[in-house]
């Protein structure tokens, strides 16, 4: 039975999937402090959170069985990222679910602002009819700069359009053609800061993004600007805004997200009557708490039930063309890697993989993670090594990993070469999807086999000689242990030879060194792959 901690207030409708599921229990308990936190979560597989919970090192740490941390919506900014890689732990996020509910609050701030909307409420619900102090301005024929031309970026772009207003967008990533397409104009920040009428962020909050918009930008801004942030605090510096604000340079702010939530009482924005704000509510509407809930609980199933999943923050994405070529080597992938381990003596100090065939032509790295994690999982357990921290625990280890790539495979469609380097040898595993057999072990060293890899395997190194096979086969079946397929191989007649048996259960330590002892034979090693 899995566990799952909703620590932040989620919707119940998005989460019934877990709810129902049959293999979860699900517990709600918002509003724990870290201590809380820290004293409970050992006993938990996954965790759901929206932005409130911080999801630090410490709980991590404490997290002995956490698998997967599941953020309900986008920013990630809450959830210790590096210490989830460092534990395994993947970090999946919501990132679609909340888009539209986003940018509409982003329009009801840039109106609002514009409008005086929540000033002039205050001053009719206290009794004063007044209508001189708030005359507004129209967003028709404004220009609206938008930082950050992503999914929320380009929803305000696509809106404010119907608005009448001209939009010029900023985004390291954002190509001539898309803007073209978008119907905006590709600008610079400075650009933007120097002729927009209103401004709008929607980027993340990161070294290069953070004060983007600082005392050195509002210097230049044009005057009257009005600004708005529904992306993150601290994008725009806040104490330079409250002065820009102060001197006349920034008409009106809008801001629904602070440097430090919740913001200080005395914080300068909540005494500004030109600075209006909203608790983080971006994304708070019933459709997007729904939307992001089921996503993210879709995908922590997957992950409980180790399904393929999506939208892990931790891991790169892997486009669903690549996906579909690479996803059913991962299997065989983390297979041939637990099997050149356990066939290799010695701290392991290289893994080199070749992908042959049309494996070559697509980025490989999605499978090398599963092949380290083979590798890595004799040695350190598997429950300590899964696919967001194998390369990690890898680097960590100095273990070097080459990767090599042949565009053409000899004998096989697509070849999975596995060779690991000790101090003291190299062995070599290699396996490919077999039409109609599925996975096969193909090559071990330089023997050519065809293995099932799967169960409990027994790998002879022998003299090719008559009578070896009757006498292995003669020991186990003495011990009770029953041969289930056999495999030979050699390279040449009479010369070395390995046998590779699947037996039925685990072989005693003491019948496979009685193996190793008989006449002819050089080593006995037992292969496990679950
Ligand atoms: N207020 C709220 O409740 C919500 C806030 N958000 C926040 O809104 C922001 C945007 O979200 P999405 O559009 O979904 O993300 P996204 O990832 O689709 O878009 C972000 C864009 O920012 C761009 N970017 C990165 N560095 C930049 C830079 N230096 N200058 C200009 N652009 C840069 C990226 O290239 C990307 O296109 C995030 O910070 C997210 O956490 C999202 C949902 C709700
Ligand atoms: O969960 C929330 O309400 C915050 C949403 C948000 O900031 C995000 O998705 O990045």
Redesign the pocket.
Known sequence: MFKVLVSDPISDLGIQKLVDAEDVVVDKKPGLSEDELVAIIGEYDAMLVRSQTRVTARIMEAGKQLKVVGRA???VDNIDLEAATQRGIIVINA?DG??IT?CEHTFAMMMAVARHIPQAYLKTVGGEWDRKSFLGVELRNKILGV???????SEVAKRAKAFGMEIWG????LTEERAEKLGIRLSSVDDIVRNADFMTV?????P??RH?IGASQFEVMKKGMRIVN???GGIIDEIALVAAVDKGIVAGAAF??FESEPPAADHPFLSNPKIIVTP?L??STVEAQENVAIDVSEQVLNILRDKPFSNAVNMPPIPANVLNILQPYFNLGEKLGSFAAQLTEGAIQEITVNYSGELAEVDTQPLTRYIVRGVLSHHLGSEMVNVVNSMHLAKERSVNIVIQKSHTSRDFTNLVTVSLRSKQEERLVAGTLLTGYGPRIVQIDKFPVDVAPGGNLILVSHNDKPGIIGRVGTLLGTNDVNIATMQVGRKIIGGAAIMVLSVDKAVPKDVLSQIAELPDLNNAKEIILY
């Open positions: 919506g986008v920013g990132p909340n888009t986003t930082l950050g031309m992503g999914r929320i970026g900023y985004d390291p990533f929607h980027t993340p909050l990161t290069e993004t983007i529904c992306a993150r629904d997200v983080h971006g994304a």
